[in-house]
């Protein structure tokens, strides 16, 4: 079920698909059987993309967030199977998306130690895991896009940090995860800069072919910046005019092929960005291709991601289709 104009005023309720941004029926099987606590269907779908980084990273960041609170069934898999790389890969990222699920919020004004302590060591759990991962398929960027994700969980030195990065990148130059990983990692919010970090995503776009959904790191970046200078959270107050000028500049640098596996992604962070901007016609021409499917960023930004998303297409009088 997509997404299509409405000619009525007022836009029909829409169904909204959350967190869930790809095109991958394989992977929609495979999440909900993991889902009914089916897990022998989470390593079918990811061994099937072995070869391709980029589907491979999406499969497990999906399966994993589909498996939190269900580790001990992954590890018992691993168990009877223990050089099998997909699963210690499977076992490790569940392991981190758990632990970010316990992530106590650092602005309350008391944070109890043995809260952090839980979150870090339930972080710190998945470093054997993606490590034996990584030995067993050495050419494999994705456990060490998992790992970034750990060193920024575990707020690890910055050598650890861009360690893990050229591990990444060293394997697959393009992968879109790793970037998205490597600009968190350089965001305000996580002791970076806003500038090194919209350099890095000016200069990741600047490498990618056009037609590449790396051209969405930039709206991403920007989103990012005024989140973590806690801009008010309003339609009118996300993008200066200087970064809505270059929002826009860098969309008609992705032609919105639509085959890559991030490209739905890529539609909610520019639809949601012109959106924003009160920029109608591309808003709607970017969500209409979302397939009504979307993901937790940039959506998360503004509140619960399936109220947002909805709230933007309603607005936009886009309908079910």
């Given at each position: 079920m997509g997404v299509a104009?409405?000619?009525?005023?007022?836009?029909?309720?829409?169904?909204?698909?959350?967190?869930?941004?790809?095109?991958?029926?394989?992977?929609?099987?495979?999440?909900?059987?993991?889902?009914?606590?089916?897990?022998?269907?989470?390593?079918i779908a990811i061994g099937a993309a072995r070869g391709d980084p980029e589907s491979r990273a999406l499969r497990i960041e999906a399966l994993a967030r589909a498996a939190v609170g269900h580790s001990r069934a992954i590890e018992a898999l691993t168990?009877?199977?223990?050089?099998?790389?997909d699963l210690w890969l499977w076992l490790g990222r569940t392991r981190v998306e758990e632990a970010w699920t316990i992530k106590p919020d650092v602005r309350a004004r008391a944070v109890q130690a043995r809260r952090v302590r839980a979150f870090q060591e339930a972080m710190e759990s998945a470093r054997?895991?993606?490590?034996?991962?990584?030995?067993?398929?050495?050419?494999?960027?994705?456990?060490?896009?998992?790992?970034m994700w750990l060193c920024l969980g575990?707020?690890?030195?910055?050598?650890?940090?861009?360690?893990?990065?050229?591990?990444?990148?060293?394997?697959?130059?393009?992968?879109f995860p790793a970037h998205v990983?490597?600009?968190?990692?350089?965001?305000?919010?996580?002791?970076?800069?806003?500038?090194?970090?919209?350099?890095?995503?000016?200069?990741?776009?600047?490498?990618?072919?056009d037609g590449d959904p790396m051209a969405s790191l930039v709206p991403l970046a920007h989103f990012e910046r005024v989140a973590a200078e806690r801009s008010p959270m309003s339609r009118g107050g996300w993008f200066s005019d200087g970064a809505l000028r270059e929002v826009v500049s860098h969309s008609g640098r992705w032609l919105g092929r639509d085959g890559h596996p991030r490209s739905i992604e890529a539609h909610n962070l520019f639809?949601?960005?012109?959106?924003?901007?009160?920029l109608r016609r591309p808003a709607r021409g970017h969500?209409?291709?979302?397939?009504?499917?979307?993901?937790?960023?940039?959506?998360?930004y503004l509140g619960?991601?399936?109220?947002?998303?909805?709230?933007?297409?309603?607005r936009l009088h886009l309908v079910a289709a």
């Amino acid at each position: 079920m997509g997404v299509a104009e409405a000619d009525t005023i007022r836009a029909r309720e829409l169904r909204v698909i959350v967190d869930r941004p790809w095109a991958d029926a394989m992977l929609d099987d495979a999440v909900a059987a993991v889902r009914r606590k089916m897990f022998e269907a989470g390593p079918i779908a990811i061994g099937a993309a072995r070869g391709d980084p980029e589907s491979r990273a999406l499969r497990i960041e999906a399966l994993a967030r589909a498996a939190v609170g269900h580790s001990r069934a992954i590890e018992a898999l691993t168990a009877r199977d223990r050089a099998n790389p997909d699963l210690w890969l499977w076992l490790g990222r569940t392991r981190v998306e758990e632990a970010w699920t316990i992530k106590p919020d650092v602005r309350a004004r008391a944070v109890q130690a043995r809260r952090v302590r839980a979150f870090q060591e339930a972080m710190e759990s998945a470093r054997g895991p993606l490590l034996t991962a990584a030995s067993l398929a050495p050419s494999d960027p994705v456990p060490w896009e998992s790992i970034m994700w750990l060193c920024l969980g575990l707020d690890r030195p910055r050598q650890e940090k861009d360690a893990a990065w050229y591990e990444a990148v060293r394997r697959h130059p393009t992968l879109f995860p790793a970037h998205v990983a490597r600009l968190m990692t350089l965001s305000p919010a996580w002791g970076g800069s806003a500038q090194e970090m919209l350099e890095f995503a000016r200069r990741a776009v600047s490498r990618a072919p056009d037609g590449d959904p790396m051209a969405s790191l930039v709206p991403l970046a920007h989103f990012e910046r005024v989140a973590a200078e806690r801009s008010p959270m309003s339609r009118g107050g996300w993008f200066s005019d200087g970064a809505l000028r270059e929002v826009v500049s860098h969309s008609g640098r992705w032609l919105g092929r639509d085959g890559h596996p991030r490209s739905i992604e890529a539609h909610n962070l520019f639809g949601a960005a012109f959106y924003l901007a009160d920029l109608r016609r591309p808003a709607r021409g970017h969500l209409m291709r979302t397939g009504g499917r979307a993901s937790r960023l940039p959506w998360s930004y503004l509140g619960d991601p399936a109220q947002q998303f909805q709230r933007a297409c309603g607005r936009l009088h886009l309908v079910a289709a």
